[in-house]
């Protein structure tokens, strides 16, 4: 049934027996779209997410919230084509306990040397992954070719690692604690989205495009009838996933999002939980 990604089902059927909650990843290192009930955060999310839903899709749906330990669901129907055209498996660290330092570029795992403790390393595309025992709240940028991978986030499995797990450290929670926003703030301090690798700064042909978007995104949260929250995420996840990878977001853009979805009702943490949930599903 999954040939000829097999190999790939066998590992994450290792993996979540050992306790690893895993999932599939497709080209691009990205997680599979949501099924058509549960597009647009029609089903309202899963239990686990940041705003809990009732959701209890079958399918691999919502980003790092699909993985699980259960080889049954693993090797479902439902899970059948998500592996057929499979890339990579992914894992959530925090649902396994752990937290991985991502460090994208060499000038990263040079910091990460000097001011962590050393721990289990795995080897990357452009850097490493230093794997830590515990686990924390994640975020993307924390300092300059960093990320921290743990509750609600995925990581792509590279393998076992070397060397022997420590504790997870107070420089790290400390990394994450500068980036936690003000209470009470409507909108994220700074929206900071690494470019992949090999993109341009901006693929826009001119900055009129990304204001056209934006207003039109906010004319659609505006003219929202019914099914506003849904409305919300489906338009803040249309937004980023088109100029999300560039660089051309602004908290500016941000708050004209919130400020419109709080017009028609929505709390900032409201706007907070969908804008955090878009990008996960993005994998950004």
């Known amino acids: 049934m999954f040939s000829p990604r097999s190999g790939l089902v066998s590992l994450a059927v290792r993996l979540a027996c050992g306790g690893v909650p895993v999932l599939p990843l497709r080209v691009g290192k990205v997680p599979f779209g949501n099924c058509r009930t549960c ?21 691999p749906c919502h980003g790092w919230a699909a993985a699980t330990t259960d080889t049954h669901t693993l090797t479902s129907a439902a899970w059948a084509r998500a592996w057929a055209q ?47 025992r515990g686990s924390m709240r994640s975020a993307n940028a924390v300092r300059p070719g960093v990320d921290i991978k743990s509750l609600m986030a995925y990581a792509r499995w590279l393998g076992p690692g070397t060397g022997p797990l420590a504790d997870l450290p107070q420089p790290v929670r400390a990394l994450v604690a500068v980036k936690t ?34 207003t039109m995104a906010v004319q659609r ?5 019914s099914a506003v929250h849904a409305t919300v995420y489906a338009t803040f996840l249309a937004v980023l996933s088109t100029h999300g990878r560039c660089g051309c977001l602004t908290d500016t853009h941000a708050q004209q999002l919130f400020a419109a979805a709080q017009a028609k009702g929505e709390t900032p943490r409201h706007c907070a939980d969908a804008w955090a949930n878009a990008l996960t599903e993005l994998g950004m």
Do not use: F
């Open 181 to 214: 926003q003000p209470a009470g703030r409507s909108a994220p301090q700074a929206i900071t989205i690494p470019t992949p690798t090999g993109a341009p700064v901006c693929r826009h042909w001119t900055p009129a495009y990304l204001e056209r978007g934006i």
């Open 86 to 132: 499979a890339a990579a498996v992914a894992y959530h660290p925090g649902g396994a306990g752990l937290t991985v330092v991502d460090l994208d570029t060499p000038d990263a795992v040079g910091w990460a040397r000097q001011h962590l403790p050393p721990t289990r390393t795995v080897p990357t595309t452009r850097g490493q992954h230093w794997i830590y």
């Open 39 to 59: 597009a647009g955060y029609a089903c309202g999310g899963r239990p686990n997410m940041k705003t809990a839903g009732p959701c209890h899709c079958s399918a």
């Open 221 to 225: 949260i505006s003219e929202a009838r």
